[in-house]
């Protein structure tokens, strides 16, 4: 087997993943344009230890550790996501902002008892 074909398949992988994470603005799409990205790395590594014939088998042994983390980074990815849309309607990545950000900006009423925040909606009013 040539080295030229999986590498070759491996860079093309590997470009659409990065168009995605750089071009999309959907924050799961994004997650899996990263996920695109780490199985070319996977697809180059399993090729290289064939390729050099290890008896360790280095390659695959590192991918099943990259494969392991990429499980690990889409669970705790993808539960932000949802956590982000329940709370905000979006999962646009563009829209996002750091919660400390959202909450000095808006005003709160939230550590004033329950007569100031009534004086304050009839002063309003």
Known sequence: MHLAYPAVLAVLLFCVGLY???????A??????????????NLNLVAFDVWLRDTLHAGQA???FVIAIAAAEIGIGLAIVLMVYR???????DRLRDTAESRH???S?????P???EEKA???A
């Open 20 to 26: 995605g994470v750089l071009a999309r603005r959907n």
């Open 28 to 41: 799961i799409l994004v997650l899996m344009s990263v996920e695109l990205m780490l199985n070319a790395v």
């Open 62 to 64: 590192l991918t099943l």
């Open 87 to 93: 709370n905000r309607g979006s999962s646009d990545v």
């Open 105 to 107: 900006d808006a005003p």
């Open 109 to 113: 009423d939230a550590g004033d008892p």
């Open 115 to 117: 007569a100031d925040r």
């Open 122 to 124: 009839e002063a309003t």
